[in-house]
């Protein structure tokens, strides 16, 4: 069984039980291999106990198949080792980790360099005496400098989630989630329902839409059913609570009348929903010609979360004539993303002022990807000012979405409305 935060508190402690195990590994090193995962040289926004609890659940396919054992240190760190015969399933692993991480600032170049502060690869029978070595030294360690740090996190942890919930609301719980499930299964939804263009751009600047987003406004909703709760303040709840709002989007798309239907629409999806009957009933009711105007985005970590799932609900509705596109990608993951092979339609990449702040380097290595994807394949969306779009199109993208698009389709219809109303009055 997979070892989590919570089992860190138990005594022994993860570090004595690494020694121990290391200690009754020496008699059987041969075939044994192992591998540090150096979650601790991220961020602390990247180094809560979810984020942690969703790298450790990883490695469970192995574990369960008792082909690996796995240790989570108090520093945040894993430790795996693991049988010779799973050393691709154990290097995948370890890369869909990183990718999970991947907008973390020691993951934004790729390299050796960024390898080792990421991760430690072993032979055991090799480097038995370095492991051995390792796992004292955590323990002699740990008593005399984590105890503090734990004390001060715990200040700092409280101060913290005081600011939070000044600022932004009580956080969400599983009571507060059920209450709010319950709510949406009888409020109507569809004065939430929010729509964003995705559009090409001439050279005056003048927006044509290529297809809109459809989605539900979190912020919206929260004033709407809760006001006093931040919805997004846990991921995992969230994110099963987007499984609600996935069922309800469902629904009202299923209903022609409660929503704008013209053109190429997208609507974000979870994977589960692809897969669940909520999804098969509302396919039922749209059209083979209508399904090709469609276009499910599916949120990188949902993908990497179970790649098996994706890519079976991927040719699941490629079939059936929607399109996918991988949604919420930072320029650091793009470079860990192969389009063709994950079978998506189109990519959305984030706008970061970052991408220019780069310099050269980085603005030829977005270029590169995006040319390899293809131009007409990418999205570029979070688009706030003018600065994204001279990028944008500096590095080939042709399709941007965000507010500073909003505000140019609105001047764009002023404009066509004023010359409407001078060729009036010029006739009258």
Not at 33 to 58: D, G, M, T
Not at 172 to 180: A, C, F, G, Q, S
Not at 391 to 398: E, H, L, P, Y
């Amino acid at each position: 069984m997979a070892t989590t935060p919570e089992t860190q508190r138990r005594t022994p402690s993860q570090e004595n039980l690494l020694l121990d195990y290391v200690h009754r590994l020496e008699k059987h090193r041969e075939g044994r291999k192992a591998v540090r995962v150096h979650l601790s040289n991220l961020r602390p926004f990247n180094r809560r106990e979810q984020h942690i609890r969703a790298a450790s659940n990883s490695f469970e396919p192995l574990i369960a198949e008792l082909h690996g054992q796995l240790f989570t240190l108090k520093n945040s760190d894993l430790m795996f080792f693991y049988k010779d015969e799973v050393q691709p399933q154990t290097e995948t692993i370890v890369q869909k980790i990183r990718f999970m991480f991947s907008d973390d600032p020691l993951l934004a170049d790729d390299g050796p360099e960024t390898d080792k502060k990421f991760n430690t690869w072993y032979n055991v029978e090799e480097d038995f005496d370095d492991i051995l070595h390792m796992a004292q030294s955590l323990v002699d360690t740990a008593p005399a400098k984590q105890k503090p740090i734990r004390d001060e996190g715990q200040r700092m942890d409280t101060r913290a989630a005081l600011k939070a919930r000044q600022e932004r609301g009580e956080p969400l719980t599983p009571e507060i989630l059920n209450r709010v499930e319950s709510a949406l299964t009888r409020a109507d939804l569809s004065n939430l329902v929010r729509r964003q263009f995705v559009c090409t751009l001439s050279r005056k600047m003048v927006p044509e839409p290529h297809f809109s987003e459809l989605f539900i406004s979190i912020a919206d909703l929260r004033e709407t059913l809760l006001p006093g709760v931040n919805l997004l303040s846990n991921r995992w709840l969230f994110q099963h609570l987007t499984e609600t709002l996935d069922r309800r989007m469902l629904s009202m798309l299923g209903k022609t009348d409660s929503l704008t239907m013209s053109g190429d629409i997208s609507f974000n999806l979870n994977v589960s929903t692809l897969l669940s009957q909520e999804f098969l009933t509302y396919d039922d009711n749209v059209t083979a010609n209508r399904r090709g105007g469609m276009i499910i985005e599916l949120q990188k970590v949902d993908i990497f979360a179970d790649l098996g799932a994706y890519l079976f609900a991927k040719e699941f509705v490629q079939e059936k004539g929607y399109r996918i596109c991988l949604d919420g990608l930072t320029y650091q993951a793009l470079q860990m993303i192969d389009r063709v092979n994950l079978g998506a339609d189109m990519l959305k990449i984030v706008w970061d002022g970052e991408m220019v702040d780069g310099g050269e380097e980085v603005h030829n290595t977005v270029k590169a990807m995006v040319r390899s994807a293809g131009d007409s394949r990418v999205v570029l969306c979070r688009v706030d000012n003018r600065e994204a779009i001279d990028f944008g199109q500096s590095v080939g993208i042709k399709l941007f979405q965000g507010r500073h698009i909003e505000n140019l389709i609105a001047e764009d219809n002023r404009r066509r409305e004023l010359l409407r109303l001078k060729r009036r009055i010029e006739r009258s």
